[in-house]
């Protein structure tokens, strides 16, 4: 082992420079500075290097960690760079927003005593680096097959499964019913979490290596899954899931009560030029108003962080639970406080009030009762608590559950869970129809990025076997 590292005994952890938060409020840009190339050597060269890499074990595509902090802190960048990207499609992606203090960073075993090596930000670091020195380069597969394979779906899950496809000489097709690739990393999460650009560039380098993107093109309109299936010797279906979950409460039909995701869309694509009506009127603009976003997810984060950039004039987060019990990661939720938000911990909505438009929403008070068969506590109103907020925009983030995809599609016999998700063999991705592969939050329901790409690099890989055996049994007859 190298002598640069377990330097955790002597060196604090670090993160690269947290912008201020009066500046952050001001636009939508990332809220890290990229580490200082001496500082990304000296965090990497805090690992211990562990026998047993816990952070590698809970690292959703099993990142070889220790083996590329180890390259970086001895200078050795673009070989911790191939190594890298060997496992991950999107690594800079992941390494902006993967909640590492659920994942690779809270399993790391120097966090007890000493907090945890800053993985994801070295992961960014190596990988922006590598952008910017010209090592990033297109697919070039060593030889091009004649087979085709179709992905649904232009999101994280569909463009890791396109890069390794494509890798093995694939010819692959995908298709989006939006008019930009992405998915949720360019029209639900936010420029100040993930800037554009970061995307859009993953995006060109896959179509200079020859992958074909047919954007605001519609499966279920424009083509059933069975006129796909009939084109391409595999399809992979990659859609995630766009159902906003709802509450209906007294007053819930008022104008200024809008569901999370169209909010989100509509002030990325203003973001990105677009016109956009709903923008531009009001109706999906927090400027000056009274904002209250309920929920406590990540989607939450991102609503309140965003209103907070408009220029709102109060923005408050109403969840029924408390802190610790928020399914939002921590890290988001005090970058939200830094920003000026107010939660409301342990309150739910009860109505709407207003006439036509909301003026406030009525809320009641929770406490945590005893746990269900989850283990998480149950929250139970507290009797005679009610409160009123005022508001004139209220957001739901309540969570997303899949379309009716098997009605969509126009394949009454793909089998889907009682959720509604797609039902895929956990290991090869393959679905009850033949060839037909699903992967991403169209399975899982609505998870995470980086399990996206692991389902995508899962499934180029079982998808590579079902082909060459499709392959030899035509050779044989
Ligand atoms: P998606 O990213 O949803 O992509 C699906 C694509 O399929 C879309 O482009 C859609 O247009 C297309 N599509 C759908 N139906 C059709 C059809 N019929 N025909 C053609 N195309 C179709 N995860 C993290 O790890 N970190 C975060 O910080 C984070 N923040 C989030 C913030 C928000 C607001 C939201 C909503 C989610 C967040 N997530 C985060 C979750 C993450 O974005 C998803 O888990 C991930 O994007 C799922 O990838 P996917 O490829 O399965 O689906
Ligand atoms: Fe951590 Fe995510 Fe990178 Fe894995 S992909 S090392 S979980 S930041
Ligand atoms: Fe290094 Fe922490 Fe991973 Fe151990 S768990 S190899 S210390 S990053």
New binding site residues.
């Given amino acids: 082992m190298s002598q640069k590292m377990l330097k955790f005994v002597s060196l604090e952890k670090q993160m690269p420079t947290k912008r201020n938060a009066s500046a952050r409020r001001e636009d939508f840009n990332e809220i890290y500075e990229e580490f200082a190339p001496d500082k990304a050597v000296e965090q990497a060269s805090r690992c211990s290097q562990c026998g047993i890499p816990f952070c590698q074990v809970h690292c959703p595509v099993q990142n070889n960690i220790p083996d590329w902090l180890n390259l970086t802190a001895n200078g050795r960048l673009e070989e911790a760079y191939e190594l890298s990207q060997s496992t991950n499609s999107l690594p800079e992606i ?1 390494g902006r ?3 590492q203090d659920r994942l690779c960073e809270g399993s790391c075993v120097i966090e007890k005593g000493f907090q945890s090596v800053t993985i994801g930000a070295v992961e960014k670091y190596i990988t922006d680096t590598a952008w910017e020195k010209g090592w990033v380069k297109p697919n070039a597969p060593s030889h091009e097959l004649n087979q085709s394979v179709a992905i ?8 890791a499964a396109a890069d390794q496809l494509r890798k093995k000489g694939y010819q692959v097709h995908v ?4 008019d930009r ?10 420029g100040f ?2 800037e554009k650009e970061v995307v859009e560039r993953r995006a060109k380098l896959l179509a200079d290596g020859g992958v074909t993107f047919h954007l605001n ?6 083509a059933t899954l069975e006129e796909l299936r009939a084109k391409h010797e595999a399809v992979v279906v ?5 159902k906003a979950r709802d509450i209906s409460l007294p007053g819930s039909g008022q104008k200024g009560i809008v569901p ?2 169209d909010y ?1 869309t509509a002030s990325n694509r203003k973001g990105l030029g677009d016109t956009v009506p709903a923008f531009e009127s009001g109706e999906l603009n927090a400027e000056g108003k009274n904002v209250v976003v309920i929920g406590g997810g ?2 939450a ?3 309140v962080r965003t209103a907070i950039r408009q220029g709102a004039k109060s923005v408050k987060c109403l969840y029924r639970r408390d802190r610790k019990n928020m399914p939002g ?1 921590l890290r ?1 939720t005090t970058n939200a406080e830094e920003e000026g938000v107010e939660f409301i911990w342990l309150s739910a909505p009860k109505a709407f009030h207003g006439d036509g438009e909301v003026t406030a929403v009525r809320a009641i008070e929770m406490h945590l009762g005893i746990a269900d068969s989850t283990g998480r506590q149950v929250p139970v109103e507290l009797e005679g608590s009610e409160f009123d907020i005022e508001c004139d925009l209220a957001i739901k ?1 309540l969570g ?1 559950d899949p ?1 009716d995809i098997p009605t ?2 126009d394949q009454p016999e793909l089998k889907v869970s009682r959720w509604g998700t797609i039902e895929a063999d956990p290991l090869s991705k393959m679905t009850n129809l033949d060839g037909v592969f699903a ?4 399975v ?1 329901g ?7 790409i692991r ?2 690099r899962d499934a180029a890989a079982s998808i590579h076997q079902y082909l060459q055996k499709a392959a030899k049994l035509a050779q044989a007859s």
């Fill in positions: 992941c927003i993967c909640p649904i779906g232009a999101g994280p899950g569909g463009m298709y989006d019913r939006y690739v992405g998915g949720l990393l360019v029209y639900g999460i936010p979490k993930l093109f519609e499966i279920g309109k424009d990659a859609t995630g899931v766009y999370a995701l989100l990540d989607t984060m991102d609503c990661s988001e983030a997303f379309e969509l599609f992967i991403g939050d169209i899982r609505a998870s995470l990025v980086v399990w996206a389902d995508g």
